[in-house]
């Protein structure tokens, strides 16, 4: 049997073969009450990022790395930049909306994992063995990714192209590794060990950064 907490509420797991009897659940789960109780009051310390306005002057990550927001208003083209290591411009109509602008930013952000994914997954195919159908981005609200196992198809949070790069691929080794085996029991666990060794590092990186002003969790 395999038991995780998740960030950033608290969502409990519980993987076990399909025959378990409930009993046999209930006390492993009761076994377990004050480890989980400890990882949700660390969920509970988590920072939790500010609304954003969308504004000059406010702080945006990119690839883990913090970046202060340039909004510059033109006629021309809109679109977003980074601009030298410290800037994320936003370049956009004189009267266009927070929406608009929040709207430029996600689109960016969408267009920079989709030039990272690629790569990323076409390697660790190789170096697990298995081939995925495809792969897609989407906002998600309650797991960083996902896998549709009859379908082979990946899907990842768009939030990841906040994180640091290993933790994107971090995410997308796990729902590889689902190609291999559905649960998340101890021969899930012995894949991950053996392709990712240093994978509970990774994930504890990812699940301590500040999470958005929208909760996520994996």
């Given at each position: 049997m395999h038991l995780a907490?998740?960030?950033?509420?608290?969502?409990?797991?519980l993987s076990a073969p399909d025959r378990t009897e409930k009993e046999v659940l209930r006390l492993f789960a009761i076994s377990?009450?004050?480890?989980?109780?400890?990882?949700?009051?660390s969920f509970e310390k988590q920072a939790r990022e500010t609304p954003r306005e969308f504004v000059s002057?406010?702080?945006?990550?990119?690839q883990g790395k913090r970046?202060?927001?340039?909004?510059?208003?033109?006629?021309?083209?809109?679109?977003?930049?980074?601009?030298g290591t410290k800037k994320i411009e936003?370049?956009?109509?004189?009267?266009?909306?927070?929406?608009?602008?929040?709207?430029?930013?996600?689109e960016w952000y969408?267009?920079?994992?989709?030039?990272?994914?690629p790569r990323l997954v076409s390697n660790w195919e190789k170096k697990i063995g298995v081939k995925s159908s495809e792969w897609r981005v989407k906002q998600m609200k309650t797991k960083w990714g996902a896998c549709?196992?009859?379908?082979?198809?990946?899907?990842?949070?768009?939030?990841l192209a906040k994180k640091p790069k290993i933790c994107l691929e971090y995410i997308i080794v796990h729902e590889l590794v689902h190609l291999l085996e559905r649960n998340h029991n101890d021969i899930f666990v012995a894949y991950m060990d053996e392709y990712m060794p240093k994978w509970r590092s990774h994930r504890?990186?990812?699940?301590?950064?500040p999470i958005a002003h929208i909760d996520w969790g994996y």
């Open positions: 907490v998740y960030p950033p509420n608290g969502r409990i797991r377990k009450l004050g480890w989980i109780k400890k990882q949700v009051k002057g406010e702080s945006h990550y990119f970046y202060l927001l340039e909004v510059i208003e033109s006629k021309g083209k809109q679109f977003v930049q980074l601009k936003i370049h956009c109509k004189p009267d266009a909306a927070k929406s608009k602008r929040a709207e430029l930013l996600k969408r267009d920079q994992l989709k030039e990272l994914i549709n196992i009859e379908a082979k198809r990946i899907w990842l949070n768009l939030e504890e990186e990812l699940n301590s950064l």
